[in-house]
């Protein structure tokens, strides 16, 4: 992509309202844009990484033979009135629209009723299970207080899965492989080391979830680890009478603030079962589907991911999730000559800032804006035949000959 053919602009300091890391580098670097109070627009690099997150999610989902989706966000109020969630004494955070026709629609803030509902369409046997289905989906909630940039909107993107079952062992075997698949996503994204598995408090039909607990100042959540972190809570559960059915009584626990990324849950029949989806066993006999759901926050990720690597420059990406690999520089008439024939081929993979600009200032965007590794080609390193390279993550910086730089 060329810098000078976009719209983006980088700000020598963040707008006033933007208080928290995440947002403040994100806005300044020019990958979002703030609508108000926890609604954010993202921009074609802020897009870009959203596209790379949920690339890894998707492959990882695929793996386990996950079906992907995509359901409405407008809601029938009718399957959640069957399960009770439609009550704004139940669920605090529901945003509520009218149809001109009359009548009250509700925007989703999940989406346990809806797809519970649609799979009364799709499952009839046992021969149609299990099943797993999930979607990228723009999630609406009511939240009291917006802080923390883009950990917590308003409006906001989850990947929600679902799975079915005819058995309780069938939902067990496939929630164990979620927490594995889960375990590969943060690593991937690059936050295996700070991100732990939490027992956490499961609602009244499972005794725990489990949450994915990033490690960060700025969570909103408090999580107690023991000293090999081979157990690890939620505040809402460290009590004698979890840690002893954890077999944990007695060791010492440290605390730390943390971000949850994820939250899956053994549902059983919670939905299932007031909202009446059956199948008709090998016996013929009908009974009631095992359900299990999964989210993961991929807008929040985004933020905590930004968040967790910054440094007093800037962004500093993994690679994975970096909208470019590259920050191609050129100085000098021949040395962006140089420059234009490295971009050639290699948009997806280079932002080329052609703009007229002085080294200093692209050298700063190119640290604000995280991209993994500069490549400078000027009329002095082509004294050497050679670009400079250097990495946004050590600031360390070498020479490559072109030949190599055009092979790699
Ligand atoms: P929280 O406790 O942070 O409000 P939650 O437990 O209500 O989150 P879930 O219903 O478990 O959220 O949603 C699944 C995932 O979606 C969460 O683990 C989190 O990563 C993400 N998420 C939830 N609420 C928000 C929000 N307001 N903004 C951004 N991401 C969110
Ligand atoms: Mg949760």
């Avoid at 799709?122 to 797993?132: M, T, V």
């Avoid at 009590?239 to 549902?267: P, R, Y």
């Amino acid at each position: 992509m060329r810098l000078s053919k976009t719209f983006i602009k980088t700000l020598r300091e963040a707008p006033k309202d933007e208080v928290a890391k995440n947002s403040a580098f994100l806005t300044r670097a020019g990958y979002i844009h703030k609508e108000m109070a926890g609604v954010y627009d993202y921009l074609p690099l802020g897009l870009l990484v959203i596209e790379n997150i949920k690339s890894v999610v998707r492959e990882e989902l695929n793996k386990l033979g996950c079906q992907e989706l995509l359901m409405s966000a407008l809601q029938n109020p009718a399957p959640w009135e069957k399960s009770g969630r439609f009550s704004n004494q139940e669920v605090d955070i529901w945003f509520k629209t009218e149809l001109s026709s009359g009548g009250v629609l509700g925007l989703a803030p999940t989406h346990e009723e809806p797809i519970t509902e649609m799979m009364k369409s799709y499952i009839s046997s046992y021969k149609d299970l299990p099943l797993y289905v999930y979607q990228f989906q723009t999630k609406f909630r009511n939240e009291f207080r917006a802080k923390s940039g883009i950990l917590r909107g308003r409006e906001f993107l989850m990947k929600d899965l679902y799975s079915f079952h005819a058995s309780e062992e069938d939902l067990d075997d496939f929630y164990a492989k979620v927490e594995k698949a889960y375990a590969n996503i943060y690593k991937r994204l690059g936050i295996g080391d700070c991100t732990y598995e939490t027992f956490a408090s499961g609602g009244i039909f499972s005794k725990f979830s489990h949450e994915f607990q990033t490690v960060l100042p700025i969570g909103e959540d408090e999580i107690y680890y023991n000293t090999d972190k081979s157990v690890v809570l939620n505040k809402e559960v460290y009590n004698d009478e979890v840690l002893e059915e954890l077999g944990a009584k007695g060791q010492k626990f440290e605390t730390a603030n943390a971000v949850e990324v994820g939250n899956i849950f053994k549902l059983k029949f919670k939905y299932s079962e007031p909202l009446g989806l059956k199948f008709i066993d090998e016996n013929n006999k009908p009974q009631t589907v095992y359900m299990g759901c999964y989210g993961i926050g991929v807008s929040r990720l985004m933020g905590v991911i930004a968040e967790k690597f910054a440094d007093e420059k800037g962004l500093v990406w993994p690679e994975v999730v970096a909208p470019f690999k590259y920050y191609l520089v050129g100085i000098g008439d021949k040395g962006t000559e140089e420059a234009e024939k490295f971009y050639a081929g290699r948009e997806d993979e280079i932002l080329f800032d052609d703009r007229d600009k002085r080294p200093g200032e692209k050298f700063a965007d190119s640290e604000l804006m995280g991209i993994p590794f500069r490549v400078v080609i000027s009329d002095k390193t082509l004294e050497e035949d050679s670009a400079e390279i250097t990495d946004r993550k050590t600031g360390e910086s070498w020479r490559v000959k072109l030949d190599e730089l055009f092979e790699g």
